[in-house]
């Protein structure tokens, strides 16, 4: 071999690809001592790096988690629990309150113990925090991994740093600190995971209580999405259902909408849920109730409505 000869060094190490057969058709292993495949490796010593800074979500750069989070911890102006519109209150605060009032009311644990709670569609992951006063675990699942970069932010890093419009495409920054809310303390009882609600992790089951606000009209199968979600609970468990039924096509595909297919659908969508869920599961009829809401546009404009809640209780 000619570069068997004292004057041309092996390269080992780096890609495959680059050096050796793969490279070209003449094979080479070897080169003079003056050709550098790696030169070095520089260490530079520099100002200290604040590492919180470059920790930062980059919600900035997502307009939808951005919505989300407004919807879930406002503008980031006055109280943290005030309303932010219409004297409506925060919609993920209200449903997680009427949710632990249901289950306390009418679980048999009376909402005490080692007892376990299901945020489907959990987005900010405010209905997530918020049941900690009651349950020793929480897991929210949302289909989106995006939309849990806003509870890990404040789980694991105390705070979420996301952007909201004031007006037209002006956006100012917003911080929202874990601190500021009673949960605070309690943040380790709180699990996020990313899954299909037809179709969750197997490690995912064994809940008490089970919300699903805003899950049925955003699914693509929502009578699958209730049954399957039925299968992960434990024996006298409590389902809370909170959606308004704004079905969208390029979503839902409308023969699994639970109403409102025609003019000539009257279906009611109590009616479709007694019938999914089977006579292993009886509707708490007193407690139905329409939830309002309010989803921020920007800082002076929004969209508010109510959302139907009807709470189911296993047999």
């Not at 809310?181 to 899954?195: E, G, I, L, N």
């Not at 699958?224 to 434990?234: D, E, S, V, W």
Request: charge should be negative; proline fraction near 5%.
């Amino acid at each position: 071999m000619p570069t068997l000869d004292g004057k041309h060094t092996g390269i080992k190490g780096g890609s495959y690809m680059s050096t050796g057969n793969e490279a070209t058709r003449d094979s080479r292993f070897a080169f003079r001592r003056h050709f550098y495949q790696f030169a070095a490796i520089r260490y530079i010593e520099g100002p200290e790096v604040d590492e919180m800074v470059h920790m930062k979500n980059v919600l900035g750069m997502d307009p939808a988690v951005d919505g989300a989070a407004v919807l879930n911890y406002g503008f980031g102006k006055g109280a943290v629990d005030a309303p932010i519109k219409l004297g409506i209150p925060i919609f993920p605060l209200n449903v997680a309150n009427i949710s632990k009032q249901i289950f306390a009311d009418n679980h048999a644990s009376g909402g005490k113990g080692d007892i376990r709670a299901l945020d489907m569609f959990c987005s900010g992951g405010r209905v997530t925090f918020e049941l900690t006063s009651m349950f020793k675990e929480v897991t929210g699942v949302d289909f989106s991994s995006r939309m849990l970069q806003i509870g890990y932010a404040l789980k694991e890093r105390f705070q979420c740093d996301y952007s909201a419009i004031s007006t037209g495409k002006q956006r100012f920054p917003v911080v929202a600190k874990s601190e500021n809310y009673d949960w605070h303390t309690r943040r380790d009882q709180v699990s996020f995971y990313q899954a299909d609600p037809a179709n969750l992790h197997e490690h995912i089951r064994g809940f008490d209580l089970a919300i699903l606000w805003n899950v049925l009209d955003k699914s693509y199968s929502p009578l699958k999405t209730l049954t399957h979600i039925a299968t992960r609970l434990n024996p006298g468990a409590i389902i809370i259902v909170v959606c308004p039924y704004q079905w969208d096509e390029t979503i839902t595909n409308e023969s699994e909408w639970l109403c409102g297919r025609n003019n000539d659908d009257l279906s009611d969508p109590i009616d479709r849920i007694a019938e999914t869920l089977g006579s292993g599961w009886a509707n708490l009829p007193s407690l139905t109730q329409e939830v309002p809401y309010y989803n921020p546009q920007n800082t002076r404009q929004g969209t508010a409505g109510e959302a139907q809640l009807t709470a189911w209780k296993m047999l």
